[in-house]
Structures are given as C-alpha cells and as structure tokens.
C-alpha cells in the first residue's frame, strides 16, 4: 500500500553514513539530529544499547546503531551524530557516523529489497534509492529498533 | 449503544466532575446515617446533592439518573419529615441507589449505555415510600405505645390462617422475622438459588409465608425479590449468618418484628396492624455521642474554596518544565565559571552572576509551589472506604468500626491515584482475615466489634498510612506450617527463621494463610501484588503484628512520586542513586574487612554478618583498562524490610532531590534499576532498585543454603 501511495511522490529522506555505506530513513520518523552527547550505560541491557542520554530534560535511550545491525564499531569523531527516531514505544536515540543531507527521492527511483542481499538482514531494510550513482539503504527503523525478546540475566 | 447528549465535551466533564462530587456527599451522608443515626442535617445534606444531581441530569438528557434521583427525593423528602424512619432497609436502598447511580455516570462518562436499568431501584424505593404511606393509619395506635411506624417495606397481605400462625407462634415465645433478599442478577441459577433461601428459612425458623412460595418456586415463578416471613427462636445474627450462607444471594432486609426479649401476643383485633407497625429493633436511633470533629472536616472539606480545576498532564508538564530550567541553569552557571576564570573582573560575569542566582531562587520557589498545588488532602482516597469497609463487613457477617485519622494530610496526587488499590486491599484483609467472628472475639474477651483503623501522618519526609486492626494478630507458627506446605521454604529453614522474619514470608507470591478461601480478599490477587505496587512508588511496607492484639501494615511514602531523596554513589564513570529511605549508613572499610562464607563475600558489623553486593559484579560492568582494585572500598548499608546488605561502590558523591524519570518502554524492566535521573551537570543517573537488588542476594543465599541477616554465624 505504502508503495503504491509513493509511486509518483517524493519521500523525504534523512542520509547518514555507517561505516562507508550511505543509509537513510523517513523524515517522518526521525525527529531530530543532535551532537553525540554523553550516554550513561545502562546495566543488563543488550550491547546495542549504548544507554540513555538527556534530551532537553527528558531521558531517551540510544542505541549504536552500527552494532544493531551487526557493522563494524568504530571510535565516535566529530562528525558522529545522534539521529532521534520518534516510534511508538517512544523516542530512541541513534549514534551515526555523520549526517549528510535530506534528499527528496521519487519513489520511482526506490527499489524494494532484493533477495540477493545477505549482508542486512532483508526484514530491516524497506528499500534501495539510487540518487545521482549513489546507493542509499532504507532503513525500516521501526523495525530495526524493535526489541527483541528480553534474554533473562 | 451510544449516547448523544446535546452537550460539548467540555459541559460532560463538568458535569462528571459534579456528579462525582454529589455522589461522594451522598455516599458519606447515608454512611453517617448509618452510623450515628436520622439527624436532620446530614438528611438535608444527602436530599441536597440527590435534589442537584436530578437537575443537572435531567438538563443532561439522562432520563434514567434523573427518575432514580427523583424517586431517591421522594424517600429522602419523607425521612426528613419524619414521616419515615433510617432502617438498615432504608440504608442498604440508600446505597444500592448509588451503586445505580455510578454505574450511570459511567455511561455518561464512556458514552455506552449499560445494563442498568432503574426499575428494580425505583420499586425498592417506592416499596419503602409506600410502606411509610401506608403504615400512617396503624401508626397512631403504635406511636401510642411509643413504637415507631415502621413496617417492613413491600409486604404483601397475609392471609387469616397466616396471621394465625403468626399470633400463635409469637404465643410461644418466637419472634417473628421479615427478610428481603434478591439474587444476583447473573447468578446462572435463580430458582436453584431461591429454593436454597426458602430451604435456609426452613431451617433456621418456620416459615409462615414467602414469595415466592416454594411451590412457585418449583414453577420457576421468580419475582426480582425474595420475600419471606418467619418465626425464629434463633437468635437475629445467627439467623443471618445462616441465610448469608447461601451462594449469589443478597440479603437487602432481615428485620425482627418484636424485640427478642420480650415477645408478647399481641392483642387478636389488632394482630395484623401490630405486626406492621411492630418497631423493628434495628431501627437505628441518633447516637448518643456528640457528634466527632471528623465531620467538621469533612465540612471544611465540602465548602467550596476559590479553586480551578487543572488536569494532572498540566501539573506533570509544569513539573518537568521546571526540572528543564534547573538543569539549564546548572550549565549557565558552568558557563559562569568559565567567564570568571577566562575575564577576571569582567563587570559582564557580575551582572550574569546575579541574574543566575536570582533565576535559582525563582526556580527553586517555583519547584515548591508546583510541588504544593499537586499534593491533595488524603481525604480525597479515603472517603472511598467507609463504604468499601461496610459492604465487606456486612458480606463477612462481621461487625466493624471503622476509624478514619489524619485525613487531612497532604500527599501528591500521582501517589493518591496509585496507593488506592494496595489500601484497599490491605482493608480487606484486614477485615477479612484479621478480625475475628463475633464469637471468637468474645471468647478472647474482646469486645464483639472489631475496630479497623486508617491513619495518616508525616514523619520526616514520608507519609505513614497505617491499615491496623485489634484482630487475632499473625500467628508465626501458623505462617511456619503453611509456607512449608506451599513449598515455599523447607521446614528446616522455616524452624530456624525467627519470629520476626517469618511475619514477612506473607508478602511471599503465593501465599495466604486463610484456611477458606473467601471472595473478598482471596481472589489470586495476593499481597505480594500489594508490596511489589507499594514499591513501584518508592515507598515500603512493614507489619507489626502480636498475636491476640492484631496487625498494623505500615506504608511509607515518599511525599511525592516525582521527587526523592537520595545518596548518590558513583562506580566507575556512572552515578548511581540510591533512595534514602533504604539506606541505613555509609561506611567505609579496607579490603581486609571482606570476609568469605560459604562463597559469599560478607562483612561483619557490630556482630552482625551483612552480606555484600558489588555493583561491577552485579551489573557485569566492564572495567576499563588500567583499572586498580581499590584498597579500601565505600559500603552503603541498605535495608529493606529488615533484610539488610551492603552494597559496595568506588565513591559517595552526596545527598540530595533527584527527579525521577522511566527509563521507558525501549529499555523495559531492568531488575536492579528503577529508573533514571538528570543530574545538575545535564548527565543522566540511574536509580537503583534496593529492594530488587536485594531479592537477587537473598535468592543466591538460598541456593547455597544460607540466611540472610539472621545475626549468626
């Protein structure tokens, strides 16, 4: 259904790197980027989880979001940006390793996931944009930052 | 079915609001009627709010809250005439008739029109109205004899053979007896039910005449009521006991129609009329006592003062405002201390440094009167009870006095709204399983009424809410066998665990002493639930209980849910909050102090063994490189419930408020933590979870077989 609405609309689309891949996400869910800020762990969480942080007084959790997806982690830089998600369970902060831009793609120029992809696991990723030569994956965020069944510790 | 009132939502919350206020004066009114007796002011009171409530439903379009409310009037009006007299039928129609009366609001509240109906209400009320109409003519011959004119409402004329059976009974000594009842009205089996009552009847006195009768019965001929008259030589109580008895029934009325003692024939012309005009010796007559200076609260408390309404989502976004500016005014200051160092006398810092301490006194005055306007009497939760206490009271056929005290002190309104459950059920037990029967407690050389107790008071920062009663107490012995056969502690650990310990084993999952599972307090919901709801609130309960004396649980509360006090702690580079109403001390103490027994690390204190809990450990947490063990550790003794342990950690930073904030549903429970903080600097801390941190020691103790805080060795 989604698909069909975006057939001759343009999505707007946040663009943030991971590692040297570019990926992006709806405007509509993510709310807000801001400077990576100090994040107190939180024991007993999984390691995805970076812990929680202070934004304007209320405490959201942040997660690494190279970790989530089973990247490569690296040391925060100057660029490394915190991406806030707004989803059902409430916001969720997302560490990045910079924010580029927010483009306006024609849904024509979206290929929806193919099965060739092994590296991501296909579920989290909504679909493949080609702007100018270059290659964004979509991420299905509401997805990705699902919390899996809790192990007992 | 809906409801479309021609009404903006706006007029349906007043209206609620209104009603809401209306129906606790009324609830209070009829339980004051109840206790002390007709006094003309709290009739007026109650005629007063049933006369409003009709008015602003009928202006609503709730045609069936204005026609109970109408009939409510009817009744009330000839009450305050004395052309009626309060009866436990008047009472118990009073309270029924509010019990409809809420079940309306909620209609009007959800817009889905209910199963209520008014007819069954309405014809109690009339059965009442008429029965003071047409006791007026035999009264003058009653009133003569200094009875009053009150006959059973909604009895049907006998037949001659009939009041010959009643003369002739009540020539043997038998006192005759008139009951009401109904079946519940999803009761699956109505007749089955009533034949069981008419059966009851027939056992416990001779029945004269019911309706239905038993043959009626057999024909599945069923009214809404159940009407009986009988002879009993039993004595009222023992009666209704009996009858109580009977599954999904409700006794409305059971009135004797003679005095017990002295039931004389009356005089054969006027048998039928004397019968009716007999003064039931439950009519209840204006206490004696002066009137208790609860209700001059209860006064104060109904006048209107110059007040607005304001949603608590207001009141929690003020709150949270607030917290913002603190923080904010916390990284100015930094900032400050900055331009101070960086431009010596520079007059810019001055001026800034004035300004930020004058914000901080704004703030911090803000903070106290927001603080002020969410904290409400406990009146606002208590006067829930009275009722609650009652109806329970009446299902366990035990007599009850309950005492309110300290309604008037003040608690935030986040905690009223949540601590109301966990009371209630602490009332319940207390009625239920705390006071004894009648006639144990008379053995015991009690007085037959059992007195339960609901107090409020400050002590330091907390609230007490104390639930007490002058019951049969905890028997420790009795917890003993019964937790050993629940399979909750082997019986060598239960023979070896003190008194005091085994009290606690009741707040077990699981556990309940009552040999009878009753449907007041046994309904799977335990006081496990009450505790874990308790200490969702950062508060915590206690039990002081003698056996013979009774029980008191003590709740302490913090006096708001937002804020608490609390020692902050650091391990490695995160802040760590502990409550301070766990905490017992701080110590601090060299490596060597830490002992090992049976594989736990304790430490020994004024003779007392405390097992210890390390944070890194605990919480797995990860050295960074380079790191040191410490030679000598801080320990923070924590307790809670009179388990104590000792939880170790790098530094003590200090006391101070902290805002509480969830962690939030991404995060989830996380056992050992609480929630979350935000410091001075901007950083969030988290708070731990006492209780749940020590649960985890206990529950490794009790693999390796050990006690925790049992003061040996």
Known sequence: ?153 | MGFDFDMTAEDIKVFLDEADEQLQVMEAGVLRLEKEGESPEHLQEIFRAAHTLKGSSATLGHRKMAEVTHAMENVLDKLRKGKLAVSTAVVDTLFACLDVLMSFKEEIATGEEGDVTTEGIISRLGAIDQAATGATAPVSAAAAQGGSPVAPGGMPPLSPAEEGHLRAGQGRGLTPVWLLAAVDKNASMPAVRTFQLLLAVGDAGEAVRSWPTLQEVEEDKLGEEIKALFLTGQRLDAVRTALAGVPEIQIIELTALASETGARPAPAAQAAAAVMAYQAPEVLTPAAAPAQEKSAAAVKGGKNARTVRVDVDVMDNLMSLVGELVIDRTRLLQVLTRLETEREGDDMAQVMSGALAHIGRMTSDLQDEIQRARMLPVDNLFRKFPRMVRDVAQKAVKEIEFVILGEETELDRSVIEEIGDPLMHLLRNSVDHGVEPAGDRLRAGKPAKGTVTLEAFHEENYIIISVRDDGRGMDPQRIRTSAVRKGLITEDAARRMPDHEVINLVWAPGFSTAEQVSDISGRGVGLDVVQKNIEKLNGSVEIRTEVGKGTEFRVKLPLTLAIIRSLQVQVLDTTYCMPLSSVVETDRIPVSAIQTVRQREVIVKRGEVIPILRLIEAFELERPEGYVEPDEYFVVIVSVMGKQIGIVVDTLIGEGDVVIKPLGTFIGDVPGISGATIMGDGDVAIILDISSLINTVKAELNRTGSELNSGRR
């Not at chain 1, 059902?88 to 924010?99: F, R, T």
């Open chain 1, 1 to 153: 259904m989604a698909q069909q609405q975006q057939r001759d609309t343009l999505t707007q689309i946040v663009v943030f790197q991971l590692g040297h891949e570019l990926y992006g996400a709806e405007i509509a869910v993510v709310r807000e980027v801001g400077p990576l800020q100090r994040v107190t762990r939180v024991p007993r969480t999984p390691r995805y989880v970076e812990g929680v942080t202070n934004l304007r007084g209320r405490v959201i959790p942040v997660v690494d979001l190279r970790r989530r997806l089973g990247l490569e982690v690296s040391a925060p830089t100057k660029a490394t940006r915190i991406a806030v998600a707004e989803l059902e369970a409430g916001q969720v902060g997302m560490i990045v390793d910079s924010v580029q831009e927010v483009l306006r793609v024609p849904a024509s120029a979206i290929e929806p996931p193919s099965p060739m992809m092994s590296k991501l696991d296909a579920d989290y990723v909504q679909g493949i944009a080609k702007v100018d030569g270059r290659l964004i994956i979509l991420l299905d965020l509401p997805r990705v930052l699902q919390r899996e069944e809790r192990k007992v510790v």
